[in-house]
């Protein structure tokens, strides 16, 4: 929309008082002693009483284009300007400038200011600047724009008074829409197994925007509307559409579901074929992070949860937003085939870009009263007096409670939520002090129980710096989980997307929770724990399985004699993987079946005082419905 300015609303800012002041003296200096007196002795000029005024017209709506508005510099009494006058309007979020101008001004749109270096006489104004401003489909219910004017005064005032004025601008929302997933969420999905079609549909028609969650990445992926599974663990897909002139943008929508192991038994290791850089800096050149693994299949480059505010990568490259250390976790979930690889990391220092001048953050958005789990989510805002852009981050103490996506805040647990706002400066502006946003998540009304199990076996040798573990869990009600490190054990394991990496000496204790929604109570907290050893001087081992899966497995058919051995020969644990508990067991390393599905058998050695802990590894089959028997010697009969 154009606007006209025949209804306007403005807040104006009287004359700067150190300028009336000198001003105020001036005059009285002439009224005593004589205009020519005053002349001859060398006083100063009568200086000029300068205002400025900001206004809008009409009624601005989420996604407008073409709004406007308009600055009017003035002189009341006083005496002519002195010198150039400069106007510079600072938008806030939500707003966009599209082009600024006026008659006898010189303007430039990217810095947003206009100057004029005329006389503006006493009692008279300048001709009005138009900004042209477009209204982003987020804009908040209240925004207030700023215009600044600086000069006229020569340099007879120290320091030169600044005038403002400011413009608070209702946006008025535009309809609503809401997401929903058309296709239900696979129940079976297994790593490197068959890919899921995702379908899911806006109220107002437009296209839905599906991406990975961040917490899923080294678990699934997406291209178009095919999800594939890269990893066991959590798979969640994130559904967005951010709206267009006629609707307001739409609450994200999540579907989550469990990615199984594809039960690969053939080791794998992960090397970075490239070399971290030796002089990092914030905003400074891009590193490209590349990776291979020993099967060839492809490997995961995530930044590490410990370095979201240092680091940032997408599609390999690496863009540095803070100084501190930037850790870039590497990650292959294994297929039929091979087993899932154990993490590697590379870690290198970022460096300040050299800043110096001091900047703030602010949040722009206002934290939600009635954030509930599982519900609306939170379009959280920030900016900075730099202009530069703010990186926003869970802390770790709520990690438990809400997730965030770019600014998407989803509430997944009851608790305290805050958000942290880091700006890590560039080459002009220092890196600003952090501020925090917190607010309270209430429980989610549902009431139907849920309890947490463990799908994954805790390793029976973990050593410090050595392989790693992948935690997996799931809810009866098939909630995601929330996994993390219990915070006894803050100095023996750390935990990344379920990847759990061993630090230090002690018991590592795993969390997981599940905050419930609308129809399920939050399940109560089930933890994991298990001993982590020194590594000191133990030789490596591995497992292998030297029996053949059964082909034909069924229900209550013949049993299967799996077989094991390690390279170490001290003798293998051959246990039911939790996800099979109901597909099969094993009594005396003697396999029968119970149910149709999928049945894991996990292998594993703890080591002794010569050997590390083995990394685990499975054999899996399928074992499919009771089937006739056809006894020999010619008998036929059903069982």
Same mark, same amino acid.
């Given at each position: 929309?154009?606007?006209?300015?025949?209804?306007?609303?403005?807040?104006?800012?009287?004359?700067?008082?150190?300028?009336?002041?000198?001003?105020?003296?001036?005059?009285?200096?002439?009224?005593?002693?004589?205009?020519?007196a005053v002349a001859e002795a060398g006083v100063l000029p009568v200086l000029p009483m300068l205002s400025i005024d900001k206004t809008h017209a009409g009624t601005f709506m989420q996604g407008d284009t073409g709004d406007a508005f308009q600055i009017v510099v003035s002189s009341a009494d006083g005496g002519p300007t002195l010198s150039p006058v400069t106007v510079t309007d600072t938008l806030p979020n939500g707003l966009s400038a599209t082009a600024i101008s006026?008659?006898?001004?010189?303007?430039?749109?990217? /810095?947003?200011?206009?100057?004029?270096?005329?006389?503006?006489?006493?009692?008279?104004?300048? #001709?009005?600047?138009?900004?042209?401003?477009?209204?982003?489909?987020?804009?908040?219910?209240?925004?207030?724009?700023?215009?600044?004017?600086?000069?006229?005064?020569?340099?007879?005032?120290? #320091?030169?008074?600044?005038?403002?004025?400011?413009?608070?601008?209702?946006?008025?929302?535009?309809?609503?829409?809401?997401? /929903?997933?058309?296709?239900?969420?696979?129940?079976?999905?297994?790593?490197?197994?068959?890919?899921?079609?995702?379908?899911?549909?806006?109220?107002?028609?437009?296209?839905? *925007?599906?991406?990975?969650?961040?917490?899923?990445?080294?678990?699934?992926?997406?291209?178009?509307?095919?999800?594939?599974?890269?990893?066991?663990?959590? !798979?969640?897909?994130?559904?967005?559409?951010?709206?267009?002139?006629?609707?307001?943008?739409?609450?994200?929508?999540?579907?989550?579901?469990?990615?199984?192991?594809?039960?690969?038994?053939?080791?794998?290791?992960?090397?970075?074929?490239? /070399?971290?850089?030796?002089?990092?800096?914030?905003?400074?050149?891009?590193?490209?992070?590349?990776?291979?693994?020993?099967?060839?299949?492809?490997?995961?480059?995530?930044?590490?949860?410990?370095?979201?505010?240092?680091?940032?990568?997408?599609?390999?490259?690496?863009?540095?937003?803070?100084?501190?250390?930037?850790?870039?976790?590497?990650?292959?979930?294994?297929?039929?085939?091979?087993?899932?690889?154990?993490?590697?990391?590379?870690?290198?220092?970022?460096?300040?870009?050299?800043?110096?001048?001091?900047?703030?953050?602010?949040?722009?958005?206002?934290?939600?009263?009635?954030?509930?789990?599982?519900?609306?989510?939170?379009?959280?805002?920030?900016?900075? /007096?730099?202009?530069?852009?703010?990186?926003?981050?869970? *802390?770790?103490?709520?990690?438990?409670?809400?997730?965030?996506?770019?600014?998407?805040?989803?509430?997944?647990?009851?608790?305290?939520?805050?958000?942290?706002?880091?700006?890590?400066?560039?080459?002009?502006?220092?890196?600003?002090?952090?501020?925090?946003?917190?607010?309270?998540?209430?429980?989610?009304?549902?009431?139907?129980?849920?309890?947490?199990?463990?799908?994954?076996?805790?390793?029976?040798?973990?050593?410090?710096?050595?392989?790693?573990?992948?935690?997996?869990?799931?809810?009866?009600?098939?909630?995601?989980?929330?996994?993390?490190?219990?915070?006894?054990?803050?100095?023996?394991?750390?935990?990344?997307?379920?990847?759990?990496?061993?630090?230090?000496?002690?018991?590592?204790?795993?969390?997981?929770?599940?905050?419930?929604?609308?129809?399920?109570?939050?399940?109560?907290?089930?933890?994991?724990?298990?001993?982590?050893?020194?590594?000191?001087?133990?030789?490596?081992?591995?497992?292998?399985?030297?029996?053949?899966?059964?082909?034909?497995?069924?229900?209550?058919?013949?049993?299967?004699?799996?077989?094991?051995?390690?390279?170490?020969?001290?003798?293998?644990?051959?246990?039911?993987?939790?996800?099979?508990?109901?597909? !099969?067991?094993?009594?005396?390393?003697?396999?029968?079946?119970?149910?149709?599905?999928?049945?894991?058998?996990?292998?594993?050695?703890?080591?002794?005082?010569?050997?590390?802990?083995?990394?685990?590894?499975?054999?899996?089959?399928?074992?499919?419905?009771?089937?006739?028997?056809?006894?020999?010697?010619?008998?036929?009969?059903?069982?």
């Amino acid at each position: 929309m154009k606007a006209h300015f025949s209804h306007a609303h403005s807040h104006r800012r009287a004359l700067n008082p150190r300028a009336a002041i000198a001003a105020l003296a001036l005059l009285l200096s002439i009224a005593a002693a004589g205009v020519g007196a005053v002349a001859e002795a060398g006083v100063l000029p009568v200086l000029p009483m300068l205002s400025i005024d900001k206004t809008h017209a009409g009624t601005f709506m989420q996604g407008d284009t073409g709004d406007a508005f308009q600055i009017v510099v003035s002189s009341a009494d006083g005496g002519p300007t002195l010198s150039p006058v400069t106007v510079t309007d600072t938008l806030p979020n939500g707003l966009s400038a599209t082009a600024i101008s006026g008659p006898g001004w010189t303007c430039t749109l990217a /810095t947003l200011s206009c100057t004029r270096d005329d006389v503006l006489q006493p009692g008279t104004s300048f #001709p009005p600047i138009d900004v042209i401003v477009d209204v982003s489909h987020d804009a908040l219910a209240l925004v207030t724009n700023i215009a600044s004017l600086a000069g006229g005064y020569a340099n007879y005032v120290d #320091p030169p008074p600044v005038e403002v004025a400011s413009d608070p601008t209702p946006i008025a929302p535009l309809p609503s829409q809401s997401i /929903t997933f058309m296709s239900a969420a696979p129940a079976d999905a297994t790593v490197a197994g068959d890919a899921y079609v995702v379908v899911a549909t806006a109220t107002s028609g437009l296209p839905v *925007e599906l991406n990975i969650d961040p917490t899923s990445q080294t678990v699934c992926s997406i291209d178009g509307d095919t999800v594939t599974f890269i990893g066991a663990g959590a !798979c969640t897909i994130d559904a967005n559409q951010s709206g267009n002139a006629a609707y307001a943008r739409a609450p994200q929508v999540q579907q989550s579901f469990y990615v199984a192991s594809a039960g690969g038994t053939a080791p794998q290791t992960i090397m970075f074929t490239s /070399t971290a850089p030796l002089d990092a800096t914030v905003t400074g050149a891009t590193y490209v992070a590349t990776a291979t693994a020993t099967s060839g299949l492809p490997v995961v480059l995530t930044v590490d949860g410990s370095s979201a505010t240092v680091c940032a990568i997408s599609a390999g490259t690496v863009t540095f937003i803070g100084a501190g250390t930037c850790t870039i976790d590497a990650n292959q979930g294994g297929d039929a085939t091979y087993a899932v690889a154990s993490q590697v990391q590379q870690s290198f220092p970022v460096a300040g870009a050299g800043g110096v001048l001091t900047q703030t953050i602010t949040f722009d958005s206002t934290a939600p009263l009635d954030a509930i789990v599982a519900g609306p989510v939170y379009r959280v805002v920030a900016s900075t /007096t730099s202009r530069l852009p703010v990186a926003l981050t869970i *802390e770790a103490a709520s990690a438990t409670v809400c997730t965030i996506n770019e600014s998407t805040v989803t509430f997944i647990g009851a608790g305290a939520c805050t958000i942290d706002a880091n700006q890590g400066g560039d080459a002009t502006y220092a890196a600003a002090s952090q501020v925090q946003q917190s607010f309270t998540v209430a429980s989610a009304i549902g009431v139907a129980p849920q309890t947490i199990d463990f799908t994954s076996t805790a390793p029976f040798h973990a050593t410090v710096a050595g392989p790693t573990y992948l935690a997996t869990a799931r809810a009866t009600s098939g909630l995601p989980v929330v996994l993390t490190i219990d915070d006894v054990s803050a100095a023996v394991c750390a935990i990344n997307a379920g990847t759990v990496t061993f630090v230090g000496i002690g018991t590592c204790v795993i969390d997981a929770n599940q905050g419930g929604n609308e129809m399920c109570a939050p399940a109560p907290q089930a933890q994991q724990s298990f001993e982590v050893a020194d590594v000191g001087d133990l030789i490596p081992q591995t497992i292998s399985f030297t029996s053949i899966a059964p082909l034909d497995a069924a229900v209550s058919g013949s049993p299967y004699a799996p077989t094991a051995v390690a390279t170490s020969g001290l003798p293998v644990l051959l246990t039911i993987d939790a996800v099979s508990a109901a597909v !099969c067991a094993i009594d005396a390393d003697t396999v029968t079946f119970i149910g149709e599905g999928v049945c894991t058998i996990d292998a594993n050695q703890s080591g002794d005082a010569d050997y590390a802990s083995a990394p685990q590894v499975q054999q899996s089959f399928d074992v499919g419905p009771p089937t006739d028997r056809i006894f020999q010697d010619g008998f036929d009969e059903l069982p």
